[in-house]
């Protein structure tokens, strides 16, 4: 299985970018789907979480509101929709999933990570 995440770019305050993460391989009924950033000098930081066989969702108290994640299962997609995007969004952002059961908001409890794509948030 390998994932593919897409999407980034540059964005002005205020405005919206849509990250995608395709996939590759098997399908991932079992798994629970993440996104994850990283700025420079800093750890990586979780965002927020799908099931791939469900709806419940769960965001970082910062994105809240902002960002919106969403899978099709068709498509083997995985969404980020980033809204009213602020300079302190920006980072590289991972897709990552990890099997069902574990912590959902510590990166090291994922066991597939694509690689990232970078969000700058500036004017």
């Known amino acids: 299985v390998q994932l593919q995440a897409s999407g980034g770019g540059l964005a002005q305050p205020g405005g919206s970018l849509r990250l995608s993460c395709s996939i590759s391989?098997?399908?991932?009924?079992?798994?629970?789907m993440g996104w994850f950033r990283q700025a420079p000098g800093k750890e990586r930081e979780f965002v927020a979480a799908?099931?791939?066989?469900?709806?419940?969702?769960w965001y970082h108290d910062s994105v809240q509101g902002r960002f919106t994640i969403s899978r099709d299962n068709a498509q083997k997609t995985l969404y980020l929709q980033m809204n009213s995007l602020k300079p302190e969004d920006t980072a590289v952002y991972y897709c990552?999933?990890?099997?069902?059961?574990?912590?959902?908001?510590?990166?090291?409890?994922?066991?597939?990570w694509g690689q990232g794509t970078l969000v700058t948030v500036s004017s």
């Open positions: 391989g098997r399908t991932l009924n079992d798994y629970r």
């Open positions: 799908i099931y791939w066989s469900g709806d419940d969702t």
């Open positions: 990552a999933a990890q099997r069902l059961g574990k912590p959902i908001r510590w990166a090291r409890e994922y066991d597939l």
